[in-house]
T-cell receptor
């Protein structure tokens, strides 16, 4: 199976919170990341968390890491239509810098 | 955040021609850059790791003679798709690893290659 897995689609109403989930398999992952991709564009780094942390908050974004269950989540508070995009989680292993990406979750925000 | 400039953003070429894609880190030094390929509605597939001043490391199944990578300076890596064919049509994205913050990679905007 995939090393990093995400659900493919999430639909929310504007103003609600969005929670995007990700699971990974490698317990040696050092950093975990969330990237945002808008249509036809590259990836924008949203936030990242070091593997020895449980939570990180940055304005509307909250990342939760459950290392025991190898589960990562991204919560977007007060979701806006501009948040509609594909969200990728990724894990980094060792010092190579290689990132292993999930399949991406398409977030649809309805007005 | 740091900026990675990738050019061209879109290229259409005839089968058999070669195409060069540039990836530049604009306000930081990148000893390592990565090249990815993304198919429609799919995730990013790592093609190769580009290290400044040395040969690139290619992932399994990626032809190094087909996808030539040069990383001649701390701010520039190039990917040349040689003798392109329609099956090479794809979205190519580069990323650059900050030499001072090695846990951070910044991505270019991508290049849409269409081979006729």
């Amino acid at each position: 199976g995939e090393d990093v897995e995400q659900s493919l689609f999430l639909s929310v109403r504007e103003g609600d919170s969005s929670v995007i989930n990700c699971t990974y398999t490698d317990s040696s992952s050092t950093y975990l990341y969330w990237y945002k991709q808008e249509p036809g564009a590259g990836l924008q780094l949203l936030t990242y968390i070091f593997s020895n942390m449980d939570m990180k908050q940055d304005q509307r974004l909250t990342v939760l890491l459950n290392k025991k269950d190898k589960h990562l989540s991204l919560r977007i508070a007060d979701t806006q239509t501009g948040d509609s995009a594909i969200y990728f989680c990724a894990e980094s292993r060792g010092n190579t810098g290689k990132l292993i990406f999930g399949q991406g979750t398409t977030l649809q925000v309805k007005p | 955040g740091a900026v990675v400039s990738q050019h061209p953003s879109r290229v259409i070429c005839k089968s058999g021609t070669s195409v060069k894609i540039e990836c530049r880190s604009l306000d930081f030094q990148a000893t390592t850059m990565f090249w990815y390929r993304q198919f429609p509605k799919q995730s990013l597939m790592l093609m190769a790791t580009s290290n400044e001043g040395s040969k690139a490391t290619y992932e399994q199944g990626v032809e190094k003679d087909k996808f030539l990578i040069n990383h001649a300076s701390l701010t520039l890596s190039t990917l040349t798709v040689t003798s392109a064919h329609p099956e090479d049509s794809s979205f190519y994205i580069c990323s650059a690893r900050d030499a001072l913050a090695k846990n951070i990679q910044y991505f270019g905007a991508g290049t849409r290659l269409s081979v006729l």
